[in-house]
């Protein structure tokens, strides 16, 4: 199983940026997928997340209404448009799926996941 993060970059505050995660070695459309961030000296935690059909979303707080999570089981791709950026936002952003039954969105507890990609880094400056 393989997941590839990709899009990171430098932007300024305010900017927009767009993150994908192309899925291979596994039924993309069995497993719910999430996406997680760590910046400098702090834990990963939780950012998005996305249930099997793409019917069910969540999202962390300080995210929410600003960050949209997608999915598309064609191209076994999910993806993450990032809007308003803030410095607070710079980490290495990565993507998961969890194997996990139909329509429930995945949770937001990394142990939860089966599989991560490598990150992507994303920098939002001043």
């Known amino acids: 199983v393989q997941l590839q993060a990709c899009g990171g970059g430098l932007v300024q505050a305010g900017d927009s940026l767009s993150v994908s995660c192309a899925a291979s070695g596994l039924i993309f459309s069995l497993y719910g997928m999430g996406w997680f961030r760590r910046a400098p000296g702090k834990e990963r935690e939780f950012v998005a997340a996305?249930?099997?059909?793409?019917?069910?979303?969540a999202y962390a707080d300080s995210v929410k209404g600003r960050f949209t999570i997608s999915r598309d089981n064609a191209k076994n791709t999910a993806n993450l448009q990032m809007n308003s950026l803030k410095p607070e936002d710079t980490a290495v952003y990565y993507c998961?799926?969890?194997?996990?039954?139909?329509?429930?969105?995945?949770?937001?507890?990394?142990?939860?996941?089966?599989?991560w990609g490598q990150g992507t880094q994303v920098t939002v400056s001043s």
């Open positions: 998961a799926a969890a194997d996990i039954p139909p329509y429930k969105v995945p949770p937001r507890i990394v142990h939860e996941y089966a599989y």
């Open positions: 996305i249930s099997r059909n793409g019917r069910s979303t």
